[in-house]
């Protein structure tokens, strides 16, 4: 008699794996799909959204949330990538206390040649520091990052590898390297130069050493950031001709 009851709860036991219930918290809610379901379902709470996926279905789905991009079981926090970083620019009168720039962020796939995102434009402190820079749309991962001064070439560092919240990155390699002057002549089809040292940059600062006499600077061509554009900038900007950035 024993035997039989036993049996019996077994089967019944067997079939309720039939029914689909939802799990919930304040905060999560997962909505499970049931192995022999064809469809997808959703999952969602104030702060998460979780899409279910059938194994062996090849559709990509992708859930957002304010917080989190969730694609095929990989978690990829959108927006929280921020990086503080140094950037020297060379040959500055008085060399201490007068390194600040305006400058441009180029993020690349690794080895890339186009930006994968771009942020500009920013200015750092005298320093060179620039500390918080939220790089909106780039994800933790390993990356080409640039940076290009307001008259100077761009410096590339490569096979960066940024992780989620802070990231510390220094252009300078300590004091040792420096972001190369002259690159002061703009237009509409290089807005921010064209990342060469060459006739056009020399006919640029030529042009604002005249105005210059009048007592009035020029906050590109003044590549010392003396406050004049004098020979001082020239000497300087020709010692980089035919220079090109990385």
Known sequence: ????????????????????????????????????????????SANHQLKEQQIGDVTVNISNSVNYKIHHGHLYPKGDVTIDFTVIPEKRI????????????????????TPLHSYSYYDTDNNGHYTGLQLTGTGPGTYDIAVKGYAHL???????????????????????EKLLCGDVYTNGSYPDGDNTVNSVDVT?????????DAGVSDERADVDENG????????????????VGE
Request: net charge positive.
């Open 204 to 212: 640029y600062l030529t042009s604002k050493w005249a105005v210059n």
């Open 228 to 243: 004049q554009v004098n020979s001082l900038d020239m000497t300087k900007t020709v010692n980089n001709y035919a220079v």
């Open 94 to 113: 008085p060399l201490v206390g007068n390194n600040g720039t305006r400058v441009i962020i180029d993020v690349y796939a690794v080895g890339g040649n």
């Open 1 to 44: 008699m024993k035997k039989n009851i036993f049996v019996s709860l077994i089967v019944i036991v067997a079939i309720v794996p039939m029914v689909v219930l939802a799990i919930s918290s304040a905060n999560y809610q997962i909505d499970p799909l049931n192995a022999g379901n064809g469809g997808g379902t959703e999952g969602s």
């Open 154 to 176: 761009r410096k590339r560092l490569n096979n960066v590898v940024l992780s989620g919240g802070a990231n510390n990155i220094d252009f300078t390699f300590a004091g040792s």
